[in-house]
Structure formats: structure tokens, C-alpha cells
């Protein structure tokens, strides 16, 4: 059965992707956001951002005349479900912002109605849809769902339909309800409690996380035997299933990770120090290649070159990219940076000039055309994560 669904923060990089695969499934999309500034851009047909297969899905929803862009908290009462998929960021002390969360929640709720179906979908604190219902129910509104999103991003609309859905809700009839909405585009869904819900979306980005933390540990002790990790960690797994998934060692950045585990630091008080202690490798890493500079270059201030700005490999999203930090830190010790990234307008420094004019190249993104590029062996290459043949087998000269 084909519905009308308001997304809230559907601009985004999450409620955009979303809204666009429950279009292409025919059903009357909404995609509600109080930031209106790629408006005209996306309804021209042109996504703001990377997202693989976006450009056909937005095109087609076009076409169809399946969405909507709207902002007047008046359209909200129209629509029989409500995806609330808003930023959830942490602030300046890693401490979630749930304030502003409910502060927006509080702000929908003069426009729900009591027969919406009302869904979270952004990565919350623990305790947060507990006191969305406690509102809501003061409204005698009782549908609500909470169904973590688990996609990783730039590939939403490749794994949605792919990936088991975690439901859980106050009620079987909104849980029954939405579940109806989200096998209209994905095969399987697995009911939890909300509490369950809330601690799967957290655990699995923690665990990514610390999952990369122990990597940028591993690489540090092999590299300081003068063994490189991504040699030695393609050993380690070939033919031997059980280290399949030990992870390159790189930038852990981005949005979500780190925030997803602070989150869970904060919620569990954690005393073992085993979440802050991944964060102190995973953001610490800038230091390491900063020493590394120092100790080839000492205090001849050389000109280093960053290849990649974004988050992340193949994306465009510069949100928490550690690449700024270390471009800083790089800086404030004297050297000249050059920064190039040919997803992002803003860095489209030419790769061939930044390799012929820097003495060193840092490789802090893996995009896949960095698979190709030429570095002289006369150059400082740091490739941490082994894209190229010359870092595979070496990090050095
Ligand atoms: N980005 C990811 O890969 C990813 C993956 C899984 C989960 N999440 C979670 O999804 C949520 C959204 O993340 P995102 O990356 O899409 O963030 P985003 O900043 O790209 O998108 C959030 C959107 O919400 C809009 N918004 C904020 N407040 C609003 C309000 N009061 N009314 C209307 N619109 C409002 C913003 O303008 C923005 O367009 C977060 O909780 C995040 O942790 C993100």
C-alpha cells in the first residue's frame, strides 16, 4: 500500500537518501527541513552531496512527482508518518546535545496528530525516546517508533533494501504499522525493545570504532619495528577467516563513530576507560603522522601536501574530518600545507601539482583514484592506509 511520509531533516544526509528510496517505491514523500538552502539544486535534479545512485533515484522521484520540499510546520499534520532523522551532535565536552533533540521534538508537537505514526530514526542517547513518548503521551499520542538507521554513508540507497531493520515501538500497533512502511523497502526486519534498539545503534558504531582504534594500535608497534601494518595485516588474513575483519589502520573520523561511542561512554559512565581510550588513538592519530614529518624533516620547514579532506574514502562530507586537524597541527610546527580533495570545490587543488611541489605527500583518505596516483620515490609519502603499490609495501622513501 503505497503512503504519505514527512521526513524531518530530510535535506539531510540521512533523510534525503531515505526519503528518496520510499518514493522510487511509489509512495508521497515530503521532505521537511528547516534549511532550505539546496532547495532549487535538488529539485533541479542534482543532489547536495555524495550518494551512490542518488542522481537516478532523485531524477525518477522528480519525474513521478513522489516528493515534496517544505518547511511550514502546518504541511506536518498531513502525513501519516513522520520520520524524524535531525542531526544529534555532541557538544564542545563530547557530551550529547539531547537538549536541542527535544527542544525541536517540542517544537513538532503542536503539529502532530493523534493518529500519526511518528518514527525516530536519528542515533540518540539512551533514554531519549522515553522522554519523546512521555511528551507525545501528554498529547494522548501514542504512536511512536524508534528504528535506528545502520547504513554507512555515501551507500544508503545501496544497503537500505538489504539490511536487516531494527523496530521497536511503545505499542504492537505502531510497531505493526511501521513495520508495514519499511518491508515496502527492505526485506527483513527484527523486532527489539526500544532500550535494545537504542544500545544496537550505539554498540555497532562503538564497535566499529574501537575496531579501528585497535588497528591504528596495531600499525603504530609494527611500524615501530620497521614492519608495515598493511603488509603484514593482508598476511594476517589471508586464508584465515576468524582476522577477516581487522581493519586497515587510518582516519576513524566523521560524524557518527566517535560520537556514537561517546554517547555510549556517557550513558554507561563507563569506568573501564575503554571508549575514551579508542578516542584518544583514533584522534590522537594526527600526532603520529605529524612525528613522522618531524623526525624524516626536522626542522627544515618542507611544503606537505594532504591528499583527501573528506571524512572518509570516495564521499564528499568534510563534517569531523581529521584531515583539518592535521593540516593545523602541521601548521603550528611551520610547515607549508596544501590541501586537495577533487570531491570538494573547495580543495581542488590539481593532485599532479601538490605531488610535484610538496617534499612530502600524506595520503589521509583512501578515495579510490588515489589507487593510480604516481609519487617519485624522491618524495616523503605517508600512505597509512596502503592505497598505493609503494605504500603497501612501504610507508617510507
Ligand atoms: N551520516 C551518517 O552516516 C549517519 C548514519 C547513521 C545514523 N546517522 C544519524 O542520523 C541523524 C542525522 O544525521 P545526518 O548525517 O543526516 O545529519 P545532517 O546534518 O546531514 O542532516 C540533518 C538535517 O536535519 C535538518 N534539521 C535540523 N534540525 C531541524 C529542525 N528542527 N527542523 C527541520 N529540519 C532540521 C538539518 O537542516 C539537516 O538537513 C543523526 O542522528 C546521525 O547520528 C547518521
Same mark, same amino acid.
Given at each position: 500500500?503505497k503512503?504519505?511520509?514527512?521526513?524531518?531533516?530530510?535535506?539531510?544526509?540521512?533523510?534525503?537518501?531515505?526519503?528518496?528510496?520510499?518514493?522510487?517505491?511509489?509512495?508521497?514523500?515530503?521532505?521537511?527541513?528547516?534549511?532550505?538552502?539546496?532547495?532549487?539544486?535538488?529539485?533541479?535534479?542534482?543532489?547536495p552531496?555524495?550518494?551512490?545512485?542518488?542522481?537516478?533515484?532523485?531524477?525518477?522521484?522528480?519525474r513521478?512527482?513522489?516528493?515534496?520540499?517544505?518547511?511550514?510546520?502546518?504541511?506536518?499534520?498531513?502525513?501519516k508518518?513522520?520520520?524524524?532523522?535531525?542531526?544529534?551532535p555532541?557538544?564542545?565536552?563530547?557530551?550529547?546535545?539531547?537538549?536541542?533533540?527535544?527542544?525541536?521534538?517540542?517544537?513538532?508537537?503542536?503539529?502532530?496528530?493523534?493518529?500519526?505514526?511518528?518514527?525516530?530514526?536519528?542515533?540518540?542517547?539512551?533514554g531519549?525516546?522515553?522522554?519523546?513518548?512521555?511528551?507525545?503521551?501528554?498529547?494522548?499520542?501514542?504512536?511512536?517508533?524508534?528504528?535506528?538507521?545502520?547504513?554507512?554513508?555515501?551507500?544508503?540507497?545501496?544497503?537500505?533494501?538489504?539490511?536487516?531493520?531494527?523496530?521497536?515501538?511503545?505499542?504492537n500497533?505502531?510497531?505493526?504499522?511501521?513495520?508495514?512502511?519499511?518491508?515496502?523497502?527492505?526485506?527483513?526486519?527484527?523486532?527489539?525493545?526500544v532500550?535494545?534498539?537504542?544500545?544496537i545503534?550505539?554498540?555497532?558504531?562503538?564497535?566499529?570504532?574501537?575496531?579501528?582504534?585497535?588497528?591504528?594500535?596495531?600499525?603504530?608497534?609494527?611500524?615501530?619495528?620497521?614492519?608495515?601494518?598493511e603488509?603484514?595485516?593482508?598476511?594476517m588474513?589471508?586464508?584465515?577467516?576468524?582476522?577477516?575483519?581487522?581493519?586497515k589502520?587510518?582516519?576513524?573520523?566523521?560524524?557518527?563513530?566517535?560520537?556514537?561511542?561517546?554517547?555510549?561512554?556517557?550513558?554507561?559512565?563507563?569506568?573501564?576507560?575503554?571508549?575514551?581510550?579508542?578516542? %584518544? $588513538? /583514533? +584522534?590522537?592519530?594526527?600526532?603520529?603522522?605529524?612525528?613522522?614529518? *618531524? !623526525?624524516?624533516?626536522?626542522? @627544515?620547514?618542507? &611544503?606537505?601536501g594532504?591528499?583527501?579532506?573528506?571524512?572518509?574514502?570516495?564521499?564528499?562530507?568534510?563534517?569531523?574530518?581529521?584531515?583539518?586537524?592535521?593540516k593545523?597541527?602541521?601548521?603550528?610546527?611551520?610547515?607549508?600545507?596544501?590541501?586537495?580533495?577533487?570531491?570538494?570545490?573547495?580543495?581542488?587543488y590539481?593532485?599532479q601539482? %601538490? $605531488? /610535484? +611541489?610538496?617534499?612530502?605527500?600524506?595520503?589521509?583518505v583512501?578515495h *579510490? !583514484?588515489?589507487?593510480?596516483? @604516481?609519487?617519485p &620515490?624522491?618524495?616523503?609519502?605517508?600512505?597509512?592506509?596502503?592505497?598505493?603499490?609503494?605504500?603497501?609495501?612501504?610507508?617510507?622513501?
Open positions: 500500500m503512503d504519505n511520509i514527512l521526513i524531518i531533516g530530510g535535506l539531510g544526509h540521512i533523510g534525503l537518501p531515505l526519503g528518496l528510496i520510499f518514493a522510487n517505491k511509489g509512495h508521497d514523500v515530503c521532505l521537511f527541513d528547516n534549511n532550505q538552502n539546496n532547495k532549487e539544486m535538488i529539485l533541479n535534479g542534482h543532489l552531496f555524495i550518494e551512490e545512485k542518488g542522481d537516478v533515484y532523485l531524477n525518477k522521484a522528480i513521478n512527482k513522489k516528493i515534496v520540499i517544505n518547511n511550514e510546520n502546518m504541511i506536518i499534520k498531513k502525513y508518518h513522520v520520520i524524524i532523522c535531525i542531526g544529534t555532541l557538544d564542545e565536552y563530547l557530551n550529547p546535545k539531547t537538549d536541542d533533540f527535544l527542544r525541536a521534538i517540542d517544537s513538532f508537537i503542536p503539529f502532530f496528530k493523534k493518529s500519526q505514526n511518528i518514527i525516530i530514526r536519528s542515533s540518540i542517547f539512551p531519549v525516546c522515553d522522554l519523546v513518548y512521555s511528551k507525545l503521551k501528554k498529547k494522548k499520542i501514542t504512536n511512536l517508533t524508534y528504528c535506528p538507521e545502520r547504513i554507512v554513508q555515501g551507500k544508503s540507497i545501496v544497503e537500505i533494501p538489504y539490511l536487516p531493520q531494527i523496530i521497536s515501538g511503545y505499542d500497533n505502531s510497531i505493526r504499522k511501521t513495520s508495514n512502511l519499511f518491508l515496502s523497502i527492505t526485506k527483513k526486519i527484527i523486532i527489539s525493545s532500550r535494545e534498539a537504542e544500545l545503534k550505539l554498540f555497532s558504531n562503538a564497535w566499529r570504532y574501537l575496531g579501528f582504534s585497535i588497528a591504528n594500535q596495531f600499525m603504530q608497534i609494527s611500524e615501530n619495528e620497521g614492519i608495515n601494518y603488509g603484514l595485516r593482508l598476511k588474513v589471508e586464508g584465515y577467516e576468524r582476522n577477516k575483519n581487522i581493519p589502520a587510518g582516519f576513524a573520523a566523521g560524524p557518527c563513530l566517535l560520537k556514537d561511542t561517546m554517547q555510549l561512554s556517557s550513558f554507561s559512565k563507563d569506568k573501564s576507560g575503554i571508549f575514551s581510550m579508542a578516542m %584518544l $588513538i /583514533n +584522534e590522537g592519530f594526527t600526532d603520529y603522522y605529524l612525528e613522522k614529518i *618531524k !623526525s624524516e624533516f626536522g626542522k @627544515k620547514k618542507i &611544503k606537505v594532504i591528499l583527501g579532506m573528506a571524512f572518509k574514502q570516495d564521499i564528499d562530507d568534510i563534517r569531523d574530518s581529521l584531515s583539518f586537524k592535521l593545523k597541527q602541521l601548521e603550528l610546527n611551520g610547515y607549508t600545507v596544501v590541501c586537495s580533495d577533487y570531491n570538494i570545490d573547495k580543495y581542488t590539481k593532485e601539482t %601538490l $605531488i /610535484n +611541489e610538496c617534499q612530502s605527500i600524506i595520503i589521509a583512501p *579510490k !583514484s588515489y589507487k593510480k596516483i @604516481k609519487i &620515490k624522491s618524495k616523503f609519502l605517508i600512505d597509512t592506509w596502503g592505497i598505493t603499490k609503494h605504500g603497501k609495501r612501504q610507508n617510507q622513501r
